[in-house]
């Protein structure tokens, strides 16, 4: 069971317990020989990656304050002769400065990360930088022969925001470990590659289809409102029973971002009017569909727009063949809001006769 406090402004609070927990560790060895100790598993020596964790936290801050879109923006930090305590100082002032960018960052706003979508918003970046400093703490750790084990807190926060296709367990430490190739778990191949998973953005006229990671399900489903600015009517109740659905294809461990649930946010003002997604994954090539709006967002196409956009995407995959949606028959605003994306009625019965099924195919 995920153990969440407040979605907001959470991220930058986790970036200083983890690098004031890295520090007060490696402090204590200071005095080593880091240039000549490997760092764990890694190919890098202790010096070189309390190095790559400063360069790691300046390059996130970079991207998010200049909000780069299509690349790395150039930063150097000129520790090349810097002695061991110097790195740990310029890991924790490059700490403050991605501290800084990440309050002063709007949500909405994504910058460039190749891995898997293209960009991260600033929780995500936040949870870069935790990963970044908790796990190279572990690596020099493990090389100088110390030991260190972060509060519970931290390997949750980036698993729940950029690991949501790892099934959770209850050592969130051992699990973190385990997903990024650094430990073994009884019932779990190991890993031999891996990367952090960011939330899916899908763009349309007037709104963005924000993918929710299992940390803002686990707030909505809570009674939250999963970092999101809703507008007065909202969050629906749809939108909570289907973080909840995510919550528990997370928690089995086959939740997969592309085929999860997407809140509607209104470009205009930043706003979020409903939410939208899967059911699952695809099976036999069909996946489906389900939506709900706020009721002060409703009659403004907006359902419309945002099933066009997310149908489009998903028909291009190659495993996909037909999208349906299973309607109350009586639900007249809502058969029309699938007419008008291009769904057609199945000829199919529903599971019970109050439903109507509609398809689209690719």
Not at 95 to 116: E, K, N
Not at 178 to 191: E, I, K, Q, S, Y
Not at 281 to 302: C, F, I, K, W
């Amino acid at each position: 069971m995920l153990t969440l406090g407040p979605m907001r402004d959470m991220g930058a609070e986790r970036l200083e317990e983890a690098v004031a927990s890295c520090v007060a560790l490696l402090r204590t060895a200071e005095d080593r020989d880091w240039e000549g100790t490997g760092a764990g598993r890694l190919e890098w020596s202790c010096r070189r990656t309390a190095l790559h964790m400063a360069e790691a936290l300046m390059r996130y801050s970079g991207q998010l304050a200049a909000r780069a879109r299509e690349r790395y923006v150039p930063f150097a930090l000129p520790l090349d002769d810097a002695a061991n305590g110097e790195l740990l100082r310029a890991v924790e002032t490059t700490q403050r400065l991605l501290c800084a960018v990440i309050r002063t960052t709007p949500d909405d706003v994504r910058a460039f990360h190749p891995y898997p979508f293209g960009s991260a918003n600033r929780d995500g970046f936040a949870a870069m930088g935790v990963a970044e400093v908790l796990l190279h703490t572990h690596d020099i750790a493990e090389g100088l022969g110390l030991t260190y084990e972060p509060s519970a807190e931290l390997p949750e926060f980036v698993l729940t925001r950029i690991f949501p296709h790892v099934r959770p367990d209850t050592d969130h430490w051992r699990t973190l470990l385990w997903a990024t190739g650094r430990g073994d778990l009884p019932d779990r191949a190991p890993v031999t590659d891996w990367h952090g998973n960011h939330n899916l953005v899908i763009p349309t006229e007037r709104l963005t289809l924000q993918g929710v990671t299992p940390a803002a399900a686990a707030d909505l489903g809570a009674g939250g409102d999963g970092g999101f600015d809703w507008v007065d009517s909202g969050p629906f109740q749809g939108t909570r029973e289907a973080a909840g659905m995510l919550l528990k294809a997370y928690e089995a461990g086959v939740h997969r971002p592309e085929w999860g649930v997407f809140v509607l946010v209104r470009r205009e003002d930043g706003r979020a009017v409903g939410c939208m997604g899967f059911h699952g994954t695809p099976e036999e090539g069909r996946a489906e569909v389900g939506y709900d709006l706020s009721e002060d967002a409703r009659g403004h196409g907006y359902a419309t727009e945002a099933l066009r956009a997310l149908s489009d995407r998903a028909l291009a995959r190659d495993e996909v063949t037909a999208l349906i949606a299973v309607i109350d028959h009586d639900n007249t605003p809502s058969r029309a809001v699938v007419s008008r994306a291009g769904f057609v009625e199945a000829g199919e019965p529903g599971d019970n006769e109050d439903e109507v099924v509609y398809e689209r195919r690719g």
